[in-house]
T-cell receptor, first 108, second 115 residues
Framework: GQSLEQPSEVTAVEGAIVQINCTYQ??????LSWYQQHDGGAPTFLSY????GLEETGRFSSFLSRSDSYGYLLLQELQMKDSASYFC?????????FGAGTQVVVTP | DGGITQSPKYLFRKEGQNVTLSCEQN?????MYWYRQDPGQGLRLIYY???????QKGDIAEGYSVSREKKESFPLTVTSAQKNPTAFYLC??????????????FGQGTRLTVV
């Protein structure tokens, strides 16, 4: 089977940089993706890594190291609206497996 | 506009009753999924379908059933056999499952409460 681990909560101030780590165990996968979910809302796609390395999308960047079974999401120039839950997900043929999520709390 | 529509947004059910949650997509995606989310928890996979008339059980399929008679529709039935059905249910879809799932598009969810 597959399993993913993320920290449960991270707190940071506006303007700061936050890194959310995701470690996983799997027998095979195509890529690691990241989603944002505000309270009561639907998850929205942020970023995807099929290959090792860094993918940059505006203020958000995602990194994958297959050899270390590890990835992270980097949130830069934090804004109040970034307060949300963030999930990593493994994509394998036909389905996605999600981590338990990291609650990011941004303070003034 | 293309997207995924879930209905209803809120649903109340009496214990012992079956209830069906609707999920429709007009994105022309082959793959569709149902997830359950409990408060403060991640998303757990209930069922998924890669093609019409075919679907597979996810991690928590007991007490649920699905059908995939049309590409755009993937309804979920929560049966009376589901011991703790109160949760937030999310439907999703993605293109090209045969080439590896890369991105899932989610509906706005249905919040089911058993009363």
């Amino acid at each position: 089977g597959q399993s993913l681990e993320q920290p449960s909560e991270v707190t940071a101030v506006e303007g700061a940089i936050v890194q959310i780590n995701c470690t996983y165990q799997t027998s095979g996968f195509y890529g690691l993706s990241w989603y944002q979910q505000h309270d009561g809302g639907a998850p929205t796609f942020l970023s995807y890594n099929a290959l090792d390395g860094l993918e940059e999308t505006g203020r958000f960047s995602s990194f994958l190291s297959r050899s270390d079974s590890y990835g992270y999401l980097l949130l830069q120039e934090l804004q109040m609206k970034d307060s949300a839950s963030y999930f990593c997900a493994l994509g394998s043929w036909g389905k996605f497996q999600f981590g338990a999520g990291t609650q990011v709390v941004v303070t003034p | 506009d293309g997207g995924i529509t879930q209905s209803p947004k809120y649903l109340f059910r009496k214990e012992g009753q079956n209830v069906t949650l609707s999920c429709e997509q007009n994105l022309n995606h082959d793959a569709m999924y149902w997830y359950r989310q409990d408060p403060g928890q991640g998303l757990r996979l209930i069922y998924y379908s890669q093609i019409v008339n075919d679907f597979q059980k996810g991690d928590i399929a007991e007490g649920y059933s699905v059908s995939r008679e049309k590409k755009e529709s993937f309804p979920l039935t929560v049966t009376s056999a589901q011991k703790n059905p109160t949760a937030f249910y999310l439907c999703a879809s993605s293109p090209e499952p045969g080439q590896g799932a890369t991105e899932a598009f989610f509906g706005q969810g249905t919040r089911l409460t058993v009363v």
